[in-house]
């Protein structure tokens, strides 16, 4: 079982800044992903954005530009640095670690992110 640690969640100001990292307890494989998924009150959960091991990542529409995803194997964490955000952003944001292709999928406990205008 891999434990992923998630920290720097919190209130903002509209147009402001957090840094979201995600620590996993174990290495993080050549084969792995890890991504961030937020959920909103009332909707479903949904990417904002995910990165391999070796730096490929993709993102969600209404998050480029001013998210972005980076990862540091040396420390087997993976960071969402969150610029020029909204209201719309709000949302419980969660770390996601898998395998490509499966079997493998871990979550964290979520971390709550409130942007007021």
């Known amino acids: 079982q891999v434990q992923l640690v998630e920290s720097g969640g919190g209130p903002a100001q509209a147009g402001g800044s957090l840094r979201l990292s995600c620590a996993a307890s174990?290495?993080?494989?050549?084969?792995?992903?890890m991504g961030w998924y937020r959920r909103a009150p009332g909707k479903q959960r949904d990417l904002v954005a995910s990165i391999t091991r070796g730096g490929t990542t993709n993102y969600a529409d209404s998050v480029k530009g001013r998210f972005t995803i980076t990862i540091d194997n040396t420390k087997n964490t993976v960071y969402l640095q969150m610029n020029s955000l909204k209201p719309e952003d709000t949302a419980v944001y969660y770390c996601?670690?898998?395998?490509?292709?499966?079997?493998?999928?871990?979550w964290g406990q979520g971390t709550q992110v409130t942007v007021s205008s």
């Open positions: 996601n670690l898998y395998r490509v292709g499966g079997p493998y999928n871990y």
């Open positions: 174990r290495s993080i494989f050549s084969s792995d992903a």
